[in-house]
């Protein structure tokens, strides 16, 4: 497994944007895939986006498609996501995760075995 910690969240109005990190210890970093999520306040959590452990396939939810982007850098083991345009339903808080099947982009919560505690996105209207 491997820890992950997020950082970069905030108060932020609606169109603005922010930028998430999400820090990961242990050497197998690059050999993840990694995803985020969100869960707003009696929500489930849901998939925003998801990129293969070697940076080159990405893939997003589409209620982000075109605002949000993410990317890694591995010599960092630091994975990011990009928010342009935020709106007030984007409001949650965000987690990265980890998923060890390198093959697949898989994008369900249960599929990635490590997690960070989250960081709070707030969109005001």
């Known amino acids: 497994q491997v820890q992950l910690v997020e950082s970069g969240g905030g108060l932020v109005q609606a169109g603005g944007s922010l930028r998430l990190s999400c820090a990961a210890s242990g050497r197998t970093f690059s050999s993840y895939n990694m995803g985020w999520f969100r869960q707003a306040p009696g929500k489930e959590r849901e998939f925003v986006a998801v990129?293969?452990?070697?940076?080159?396939?990405?893939y997003y939810a589409d209620s982000v498609k075109g605002r949000y982007t993410i990317s890694r850098d591995n010599a960092k083991n630091t994975v990011y996501l990009q928010m342009n345009s935020l709106k007030p339903e984007d409001t949650a808080v965000y987690y990265c995760a980890a998923d060890d099947s390198p093959h697949t982009l898989r994008v369900t919560s249960a599929e990635f075995g490590s997690w960070g505690r989250g960081t709070q996105v707030t969109v005001s209207s």
């Open positions: 990129i293969s452990w070697y940076g080159g396939r990405t």
